[in-house]
């Protein structure tokens, strides 16, 4: 099976052996997709998009999820037990009273202390390839993770935050305690102190990781860069690779005949912001706020807002808006997208957020701050506009001269052709593809 063999046993690359001699053998590779969610959140919708990226391109997988939300045949729900909601609430109290009793960052941290022992499931112990994603929240504890990296199986981790480099946060937001050790943490009371929780959950990471070796995927080279820093992960297998997107389905259309489905006015240019929760304060609906006071002398100009608690903000904005509340359904979401002229997302932290690759792809030009893995996505003043970080005078700006200055067919264009090159299932899973082969290769030169 070797082609060649490199004369570095360190090498992280696949010159152990060549694609094309392997092609049948990844064919058919078993991989077992493990996340928290099936299709709620942004890593269970990239975590899904991959899955069938894999299938799409001769990869036998699969995806194990805690929360089954549809009858499809490739994705596996935990076995019915009433432990899982009971790990999800443990979790949560444990939390709870380690902020002494305050909710307001319930759900800014993770420690992984309880979960579910996957190994002995038949499609773990079937799987050639196991690749986790978002596994918070009471699906797998640390200790689980543990099991599954001495199970002898590859394993691949795509990262849709910081969580894995750090010791309990998923937005760093500033903070560089991870460079060498997670202490004082901001997420804490009164900010934590030398030894606090954080540290604690530090060492056990730590401890997990003692001696096993995980491929690391970060959605993004922003990313990547943050997790190479880290101390918690050093000596480990680390690269990047974007989310996939089926651009059949995300696609150009015609503008009016969306708006018409959807009841939104024919005669206005439509600002589009989309988010799980508007009002989560990450997401920065503040900014957009302020920037559409500075657009107010553009006439005929709406907001669009897409997600949940919509409708908590639409009395916030100085301009007509449209709350569309949170939406499952794909083919409603693309008529959104397809609906409006420019996409906002004026985030304080983010990955490679999969909302803008969806604008891109229908044809929407985009408007992010110069924060995390947007300035990937959006090439400035090509197919969208970056804005400085945190300056809602500048978001207004990029949105105005996409809608009154810019050439707004070429932005389209160019919007469109940078998914189909960059981001489409076939040119991910190919990259996936390699990223399995090496931690193949590695798993049999260990032994």
């Given at each position: 099976?070797?082609?060649?063999?490199?004369t570095?046993?360190?090498a992280?690359?696949?010159?152990?052996f060549?694609?094309?001699?392997?092609?049948?053998?990844?064919?058919?590779?078993?991989?077992?997709?493990v996340?928290?969610?099936?299709?709620?959140?942004?890593?269970a919708?990239?975590?899904?998009?991959?899955?069938k990226a894999?299938?799409?391109?001769?990869?036998?997988a699969?995806?194990l999820?805690?929360?089954k939300?549809?009858?499809?045949?490739?994705?596996?729900?935990?076995?019915?037990s009433?432990?899982?909601r009971w790990?999800?609430?443990?979790?949560?109290f444990?939390i709870?009273?380690?902020?002494?009793?305050?909710?307001?960052?319930?759900?800014?941290?993770?420690?992984?202390n309880?979960?579910?022992?996957?190994?002995?499931?038949?499609?773990?112990?079937?799987?050639?390839?196991?690749?986790?994603?978002?596994?918070?929240q009471?699906?797998?504890?640390?200790g689980?993770?543990?099991?599954?990296?001495?199970?002898?199986?590859?394993?691949?981790?795509?990262?849709?935050?910081?969580?894995p480099?750090t010791?309990i946060?998923h937005?760093?937001?500033?903070?560089?305690?991870?460079?060498?050790?997670?202490?004082?943490?901001?997420?804490?009371?009164?900010?934590?102190?030398?030894?606090?929780?954080?540290?604690?959950?530090?060492?056990?990471?730590?401890q997990?990781l003692s001696?096993?070796?995980?491929?690391?995927?970060?959605?993004?080279r922003?990313?990547?860069?943050?997790?190479?820093r880290?101390?918690?992960?050093?000596?480990?297998?680390?690269?990047?690779?974007?989310?996939?997107?089926?651009?059949h389905?995300y696609k150009?259309?015609?503008?009016?005949?969306?708006?018409?489905r959807l009841?939104?006015?024919?005669d206005?240019k439509l600002?589009?912001?989309?988010?799980?929760?508007?009002?989560?304060?990450?997401?920065?609906m503040?900014?957009?706020?302020?920037?559409?006071?500075?657009?107010?002398d553009?006439?005929?100009?709406?907001v669009?807002?897409l997600?949940?608690?919509?409708?908590e903000v639409?009395?916030?904005?100085?301009?007509?808006?449209?709350?569309?509340?949170?939406?499952?359904?794909?083919q409603?979401?693309?008529?959104?997208?397809?609906?409006?002229?420019v996409?906002?997302?004026?985030?304080?932290?983010?990955?490679?957020?999969?909302t803008?690759?969806e604008?891109?792809a229908?044809?929407v030009?985009?408007?992010?701050?110069?924060?995390?893995?947007?300035?990937?996505?959006?090439?400035?003043r090509r197919?969208?506009y970056?804005?400085?970080?945190r300056?809602?005078e500048?978001?207004?700006?990029?949105i105005?001269?996409?809608?009154?200055?810019?050439?707004?067919?070429?932005?389209?264009?160019?919007a469109?052709?940078?998914?189909?090159?960059?981001?489409?299932?076939?040119?991910v899973?190919m990259?996936?593809?390699?990223?399995?082969?090496?931690?193949q290769?590695?798993?049999?030169?260990?032994?």
């Amino acid at each position: 099976m070797v082609c060649a063999q490199t004369t570095n046993k360190n090498a992280f690359l696949p010159e152990f052996f060549c694609f094309s001699a392997n092609l049948l053998y990844l064919c058919n590779m078993r991989v077992l997709i493990v996340n928290t969610s099936e299709r709620t959140g942004g890593a269970a919708v990239a975590a899904n998009r991959l899955m069938k990226a894999l299938n799409n391109n001769g990869v036998k997988a699969k995806m194990l999820v805690r929360d089954k939300e549809t009858d499809s045949l490739t994705v596996v729900g935990l076995p019915e037990s009433v432990w899982h909601r009971w790990h999800f609430l443990w979790e949560r109290f444990v939390i709870f009273c380690k902020l002494h009793f305050n909710r307001r960052h319930l759900f800014d941290i993770d420690i992984a202390n309880t979960g579910t022992d996957i190994t002995r499931l038949r499609e773990f112990q079937e799987a050639d390839v196991i690749h986790l994603h978002w596994i918070n929240q009471g699906m797998l504890s640390l200790g689980d993770i543990r099991r599954i990296l001495q199970s002898g199986k590859p394993v691949i981790w795509t990262m849709h935050d910081i969580w894995p480099a750090t010791a309990i946060c998923h937005v760093t937001l500033g903070c560089r305690n991870f460079l060498s050790q997670c202490h004082n943490c901001r997420l804490l009371p009164s900010g934590g102190s030398a030894k606090d929780f954080s540290t604690r959950i530090w060492q056990k990471k730590l401890q997990m990781l003692s001696d096993e070796t995980i491929y690391f995927v970060a959605c993004s080279r922003w990313l990547e860069l943050e997790a190479k820093r880290s101390a918690l992960l050093k000596g480990q297998k680390i690269t990047n690779i974007p989310n996939p997107i089926d651009t059949h389905i995300y696609k150009r259309g015609d503008k009016q005949e969306a708006r018409k489905r959807l009841g939104l006015p024919l005669d206005k240019k439509l600002i589009l912001f989309a988010s799980q929760r508007v009002t989560n304060e990450n997401k920065g609906m503040s900014y957009l706020m302020e920037a559409c006071r500075l657009l107010t002398d553009i006439p005929q100009l709406g907001v669009v807002i897409l997600g949940g608690h919509a409708e908590e903000v639409v009395t916030q904005l100085p301009l007509e808006a449209f709350p569309l509340g949170y939406v499952n359904d794909e083919q409603r979401i693309v008529d959104v997208y397809q609906a409006t002229d420019v996409f906002v997302l004026p985030s304080l932290s983010e990955n490679l957020p999969n909302t803008i690759m969806e604008a891109m792809a229908c044809g929407v030009p985009c408007v992010g701050f110069k924060v995390g893995g947007i300035p990937e996505e959006i090439d400035h003043r090509r197919n969208g506009y970056v804005a400085e970080y945190r300056s809602a005078e500048d978001l207004a700006q990029g949105i105005r001269w996409i809608l009154t200055e810019a050439d707004y067919a070429s932005l389209s264009q160019n919007a469109v052709h940078k998914v189909a090159q960059r981001y489409s299932q076939q040119s991910v899973a190919m990259q996936y593809l390699d990223v399995y082969h090496q931690a193949q290769a590695f798993k049999h030169y260990k032994l």
